[in-house]
């Protein structure tokens, strides 16, 4: 796997962010996720806003890997990387955004759930591709029987993942990482509760160290 797939597979959760005040809020929530051993975030592009809360979230935790998500058009792609985005998370499979991102130097993590989709993913040498909605498109069973034909491909499920389901995602072969709202969500972000945010990483560490077997 390529430098930054190790990366979020050794974090093994990516938390995916609707900050609705960056400049409130960016810093800080980077340093609650780090403290809590959580050191990645993918921020969508669902809120308005959403590179300035990349460049500070960077700025102020250089050590962390940011993304961007949500991701529908090549204009968000400049405006990620102009940011300092280090990857990038479509929720769909679109091939011209696939194309342009790594021509930019971008790894990128399309949505895809179909045979169709891994065909496509495989024309441009992916290693990971963004399962997604994970639970809803069929959850571990379907990406074991997706994993039969298309072994070279790991998954990041994303789409209904919690704590409760964490352990089975992560025990199961071919998972790169788990993305995941469960530990950023709104309530949590908008009420500022970081040190809640930082509890239920440390908690996805424990579960994601336990699935591996070093726990
Ligand atoms: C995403 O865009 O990846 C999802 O909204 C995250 O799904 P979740 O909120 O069910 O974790």
């Known amino acids: 796997m390529n430098a930054m797939n190790e990366a979020i597979s050794k974090i093994g959760v990516v938390p995916v962010i609707k900050l609705n005040h960056p400049e409130r809020d960016a810093a800080a929530l980077g340093k609650a996720l780090c403290a809590g051993g959580v050191p990645v975030a993918e921020i969508t592009f669902r809120a308005a806003g959403a590179d300035m809360a990349i460049k500070l979230m960077k700025e102020a935790n250089p050590d962390m890997i940011?993304?961007?998500g949500t991701v529908t058009t090549t204009e968000q792609i400049d405006a990620a990387k102009a940011a300092g985005a280090q990857f990038i998370v479509t929720p769909g499979?679109?091939?011209?955004?696939?194309?342009y991102s790594l021509k930019q130097g971008l790894p990128i993590y399309p949505g895809c759930t179909t045979p169709t989709d891994y065909h496509a993913a495989l024309k441009f040498g992916l290693e990971v591709l963004k399962f997604f909605p994970?639970?809803?498109?069929?959850g571990l069973a379907k990406i074991k029987a997706m994993s039969a034909p298309f072994p070279q491909f790991k998954v990041m499920p994303t789409g209904?993942?919690?704590?409760k389901n964490l352990k089975e995602y992560l025990s199961a072969p071919g998972i790169a990482a788990c993305g995941g709202s469960y530990m950023v969500t709104a309530d949590l972000i908008d009420n500022q509760?970081?040190?809640?945010i930082t509890e239920l990483c440390k908690k996805s560490v424990e579960i994601v160290k336990e699935a591996r077997g070093n726990g």
Do not use: P, T
């Open 134 to 138: 994970a639970e809803q498109s069929g």
């Open 193 to 196: 509760k970081w040190d809640e």
């Open 66 to 68: 940011v993304g961007a």
């Open 93 to 99: 499979f679109d091939a011209e955004l696939v194309e």
């Open 160 to 163: 209904g993942v919690s704590l």
